[in-house]
């Protein structure tokens, strides 16, 4: 058994000890911005946003499968000239026609892909035109909700603030 010299010893553990703590110093950031984004309940909230002059707020929730639904809660404008509540009168499918504004579902079925650090796998459905569009979501470096809807290789963006 070779002896080592103490103070070879002594400078062999501080250098350990300093890459040890570089190396934290450099992970834990890193691991700390990924544990935020790679939650997939993380989308789960209520949020404002905005398409066109239509502002709402709409409140996503993890279903029982694991995926997620989200849908319009409230509507600036959720009524005509007369007061008479807005319907869902765009949507293809006849027997939704009847949806109050502030209750359509927007989407469900949302769920997380982790390799790519977002939300994908359903359609969006957008209120105004009557169209279902494939859907990604992510957040944004400064929190906001990023959905994306494209149809045919046309796109449009969306951004919504978790309230």
Not at 5 to 11: G, V
Not at 128 to 154: K, P, S, V, Y
Request: net charge positive.
């Amino acid at each position: 058994m070779a002896v080592v010299p103490y103070d070879l010893h002594l400078m062999m553990e501080k250098r350990f000890f300093f890459v040890a703590v570089a190396l934290m110093l450099c992970l834990c950031p890193a691991m700390a911005q990924n544990s935020l984004n790679n939650n997939a309940d993380n989308i789960v909230g209520t949020y404002s946003g905005q398409q066109g002059s239509d502002r709402f707020r709409a409140k996503i929730v993890k279903l029982a499968n694991g995926t997620y639904r989200g849908q319009i809660i409230w509507l600036e404008n959720d009524c005509d000239a007369q007061g008479n509540k807005l319907l869902d009168v765009n949507n293809p499918d006849k027997s939704k026609r009847n949806t109050p504004s502030d209750r359509i579902v927007l989407f469900s079925g949302l769920a997380y892909d982790a390799e790519h650090h977002r939300w994908s796998g359903t359609k969006i459905y957008d209120p105004q035109r009557g169209i279902r569009a494939n859907m990604t979501a992510e957040f944004t470096a400064d929190g906001q909700l990023r959905i994306r809807g494209t149809l045919l290789g046309i796109g449009e963006t969306i951004h919504w603030q978790k309230l």
